[in-house]
């Protein structure tokens, strides 16, 4: 299938993106999108100090050429988060220009900040990317810092996307390689809705699998041409990330693009950690919560879970009340010190629940094990894409130690509701044979 018959089939399946334009020099047709899909209204351009001479005076200059009435706010801050006061900001604005529609120009925190603003208005908005760093696009959903916690706030995806692809090259190759790393994540999150489809708690929606995962290992199969700048690899990744946002909105969930490998991430986030004194991108904590996970799958192909004793695990499984305590522990003097309690409040199954589950699991893991090989790459092979294509590929890099990477993993598992491979695990009473060994002698995180 060619690149525009995956995209007309994409946006067929979109419940929410009708226009995706992408190709070199595509912001030149912006202003007749703008017209196409916003007949009458102003046009008020979002940018920040660095994409707004990428592109966001490009696009002002069109707009007013094509008689379009556009204003603009840039925001000043060198470095900044999709936190809750941004998203305010945007909204003050929209307040300011009722009669106005936002241009989101930049990467996926700005687009975060206009997709959750025009949700709260009640109307659509238009996305100009500058890089290829997220899948956040054109995703459903808007990933905000609220209250200490990474939240994901329901909201629709753009009306329409036009992603020029001159711009999108041109990008720092570390946004780039972050993109890239946001990608190979749906290799291992992919995996685990395999698993949550296996037990029963998320069938595997087939439109927003399909439109992605068929052609995912074409998507990630250069990364020495993406970390070059070839246009066309960055095209690819760009697509690849934009099916992937059309994939959550068919779902209408972000579980066709995360699970495990972004919570990392979210800890990180929630923390405010920094590196050499900067906030690390959302794709580099990816990188390395995605390798990890890979090392997970290739410790869980080691067990012979034919062989599970089902009822010694259902024995020892903890009552509810048990399971929350060990979430206050766990979360104790984190900022968000409920989260693992409620999360884990969702997901807890009884007994029962946790029997039939292992017993499936134990007659049918030949299969099952075949169907996840066939889908998750393994440790080596992610980590040799991820440092061809200029992504971390340690978490050194990021400035985590593998202690804390270690220390990460109770967190992981409890801090949301989706169901994930470690929950398996914890039910099947394999946790640590699939965690431990990444950290001991000879392990993938020796620590």
């Known amino acids: 299938m060619t690149s525009k018959e995956r995209i007309a089939y994409a946006l067929s399946i979109s419940t929410d993106t009708k226009v995706f334009e992408m190709g070199r020099g595509a912001s030149e047709k912006a202003p007749a999108v703008f017209k196409q899909c916003f007949p009458g209204r102003k046009a008020l351009i979002v940018a920040d100090v660095h994409t707004w001479p990428a592109l966001g005076e490009k696009v002002f200059e069109l707009f007013r050429e094509a008689g379009i ?32 529609i936002l241009v989101s120009v930049g990467s996926g925190v700005i687009n975060d900040l206009c997709k959750l603003s025009s ?39 753009p009306l329409a996307i036009v992603a020029d692809i001159d711009v999108i090259a041109a990008a720092p190759k570390e946004m780039t390689a972050a993109g890239y790393a946001d990608l190979a994540a749906k290799v291992p999150a992919g995996a685990e809705w395999m698993v949550a489809d296996f037990v029963g708690t998320a069938p595997i929606h087939p439109e927003a699998w399909h439109v992605l995962q068929d052609y995912l290992d074409d998507f990630l199969a250069n990364p020495e041409a993406v970390a070059a700048g070839d246009p066309d690899a960055i095209a690819d990744i760009f697509e690849g990330l934009t099916l992937s946002g059309i994939a959550m909105q068919a779902a209408r969930s ?3 693009a995360s699970c495990c490998d972004h919570l990392f991430s979210h800890i990180l986030d929630m923390t405010e950690h920094r590196y050499r004194g ?9 990188a390395i919560g995605t390798l990890t996970m890979c090392a997970v799958f290739d410790e869980l192909f080691k067990q012979d879970l034919s062989a599970l004793d089902v009822e010694k695990a259902v024995a020892a499984w903890p ?37 039939e589950q292992l017993t499936k699991l134990k007659a049918e893991w030949p299969s099952l094990k075949a169907k996840l090989q066939g889908q998750v790459y393994s440790y080596e092979k992610m980590k040799r894409l991820l440092k061809a294509s200029g992504a971390p590929y340690e978490p050194e890099q990021i400035g985590v130690s593998r202690a804390q990477l270690k220390a990460m993993f109770p967190k992981v598992q ?15 009473g394999f946790y640590d044979a699939i965690v431990e060994p990444l950290f001991a002698p000879g392990g993938c995180f020796e620590v």
């Open 319 to 355: 009552t509810l009340e048990q399971e929350q305590q060990r979430a206050l522990k766990e979360f104790e003097g984190f900022p968000v010190p409920r989260l693992g309690y409620d999360e884990i409040t969702k997901k807890y199954a009884p007994a029962e629940t946790v029997r």
């Open 119 to 157: 949700h709260h208005h009640n109307q659509s908005y238009l996305t100009l990317p500058t890089a290829a760093s997220v899948d956040g696009y054109s995703s459903f959903g808007a990933s905000i810092t609220f209250e200490g916690a990474k939240q994901t706030f329901s909201c629709p995806a």
């Open 69 to 100: 009435p556009v204003e603009k706010h840039i925001i000043q801050e060198e470095e900044f988060h999709a936190e809750w006061k941004y998203v305010e900001l945007v909204d003050s604005l929209l307040d300011a220009h009722p009669d106005a």
């Open 278 to 286: 900067k906030l690390q991108s959302h794709g580099f904590q990816v």
């Open 414 to 428: 409890l801090m949301r509701f989706r169901y994930n491979v470690l929950d398996l695990a914890k039910r099947g």
């Open 254 to 256: 972000s579980r066709p």
